[in-house]
């Protein structure tokens, strides 16, 4: 039976509900500091725990909680009678429910305030309470999440709250000290430039997701504590629920016009770009990104990195997109979109900003920093030397050929690509597939060196005027006399973009 409860919450967010229930059900309600004073000022009989502990809060605050008499409350399992002696030798009375939730870390950590400030944020009080209520979930109900009140009332109503959600409460107790515990952590280390010897994440989930790459897979979205990116902080404007493979694609795809300083769009499918190319505005790029793959951006997702406008618009409704995102719309460009009753639009609010990469394996996760290198330098090796304008396409291709998947191959024309190949086992297939799609393409880029001629050699039957690789092959000199044996000038970078 509940007797007694601590309330301690920075988010007042229904507390005021649920305590005026417990002193319904005549149970006391000890607090302290701010929580206290709300309870007061707002009618709620309470106790402050200075009282119980006979001990007046010190440093600031810092100490106030962290006090035998709280944690022996807690603590203490009723079925154990040596347990139950030693809070009746020393005047302790048992504490039956624990509501707390915690300083915001997880916001102001990504707020630009001092890191002293952020040091002020790291809650100590409040987990040693949570933790401790949450061993003794079979004795003591624990609340640390805002949205549980009204569970807990309602079961309260009924009698008793049960085991089983006792259980639950304090099993996410657990997932949020892990998350909370992993933010600060990484905020401390952050400044390491190695990996630390144990991988801690932190993540909360936004939304359960209705499947994930197929039906029978179950699948939820959850979003950096510690990262404000662009993947936790855009704007869904119209259309459906987002799906595992809309963000999945989003994230590339939207990583994809962010290399670019120009006006750029993409159009990506299966996790793989089917389109990029650089316009003097939006409406041309979106054209020369739809004309690289007319198919395949059917039913696909297109990002650009500029304010929509309703000429655009106007184009992208001619055909079946899942997403269309932007970083802002103009009026009249929404209400074209919106004629499209699924299609998601979505405001894109920040640019990427993740370090790190994550994949499961089983039984593990690697972990690798996000390929955010693009070049060592740019070292002509062919006796032909690169046009000015060549190289700005080449290097426009290379940053596209980022983001396709091994083995990597883009053809492009100027600042256009127009024939895309990767996901092969071997090299020379993207590169006859993407030259064989690519329509008056000038340059070829390619995300690891080539182990043989026999890519050059191909790029030469289709007029490949110049080509951008990262070198580094014990065959270099093959690849580089073939060149010179064609006509075509070849770059090489010194950096590969291998993406499995």
């Avoid at 154990?80 to 002696?85: A, G, I, L, S, T």
């Avoid at 120009?262 to 990104?289: D, M, Q, R, W």
């Avoid at 370090?355 to 996000?370: A, F, M, P, R, W």
């Avoid at 790029?459 to 990262?470: E, F, T």
């Amino acid at each position: 039976m509940i007797k007694r409860a601590l309330i301690s919450v920075y988010d007042k967010t229904g507390i005021l509900e649920m305590a005026r229930f417990l002193r319904k059900c005549d149970i006391e309600i000890i607090s302290s500091g701010g929580s206290y004073k709300y309870l007061k000022e707002n009618g709620v009989e309470v106790t402050e725990i200075s009282k119980i502990t006979n001990s007046d809060e010190m440093l600031d605050g810092r100490v106030k909680t962290l006090h035998p008499v709280i944690h022996g409350g807690i603590l203490a399992i009723r079925d154990n009678e040596e347990h139950m002696e030693t809070l009746k030798e020393r005047n302790i009375e048992t504490i039956d429910m624990v509501i707390v939730n915690l300083y915001p870390f997880f916001e102001k950590v990504k707020e630009n305030i001092g890191f002293n400030e952020k040091v002020e944020f790291i809650d100590i009080g409040g987990p040693t309470m949570l933790r401790s209520a949450a061993k003794n979930f079979k004795d003591v109900v624990v609340i640390s999440d805002i949205n549980d009140y009204k569970k807990v009332i309602n079961e309260m109503k009924e009698g008793e709250v049960s085991l089983r959600t006792r259980k639950k409460l304090a099993g996410k107790v657990f997932n949020l000290m892990g998350a909370y515990d992993s933010a600060v952590s990484n905020f401390l280390l952050n400044d390491e430039e190695e990996f630390g010897d144990y991988l801690s994440l932190s993540y909360k989930k936004i939304q359960d997701l209705r499947y994930g790459e197929n039906p029978h897979q179950k699948a939820a979205y959850y979003v950096s504590t510690e990262v404000d990116g662009a993947m936790n902080n855009f704007e869904v404007l119209n259309g459906k629920e987002l799906s595992y493979n809309n963000i999945k694609d989003l994230d590339i795809a939207w990583k994809v016009v962010n290399e670019f300083e120009e006006i750029a769009c993409c159009g990506l499918k299966h996790n793989t770009p089917c389109g990029v190319a650089i316009g003097e505005n939006i409406s041309e790029a979106y054209l020369n990104a739809y004309d690289c793959d007319k198919t395949s951006i059917f039913g696909g997702i297109v990002t650009v990195n500029r304010k929509l406008d309703k000429k655009t618009a106007i184009e992208m409704v001619k055909i079946f997109l899942e997403v269309v995102a932007a970083p802002d719309f103009d009026e009249d460009a929404l209400e074209v979109l919106r004629t499209k009753k699924n299609l998601r639009v979505l405001k894109m609010n920040k640019k990427p900003a993740n370090n790190k990469y994550v994949v499961s394996v089983d039984g593990g996760i690697l972990v690798q920093d996000e390929d955010n290198k693009f070049i060592n330098s740019l070292e002509v090796v062919t006796k032909k030397v690169p046009t000015a304008e060549e190289i700005e396409s080449l290097k426009f291709a290379m940053k596209v050929v980022k983001y396709v998947k091994s083995n990597a191959i883009v053809v492009a024309k100027g600042k256009k690509a127009v024939g895309i190949g990767g996901g092969e086992v071997n090299r020379i297939w993207p590169t006859s597939q993407a030259l064989e799609r690519g329509e008056g393409a000038t340059v070829l880029a390619s995300d690891a060196f080539f182990p043989f001629d026999d890519c050059v050699r191909e790029a030469g039957k289709y007029g490949i005027k110049a080509i951008i690789q990262p070198g580094g092959s014990i065959n270099d000199k093959l690849s580089i006399e073939a060149c010179n044996e064609l006509g075509i000038s070849m770059i090489l970078t010194g950096v590969r973009h291998f993406k499995h």
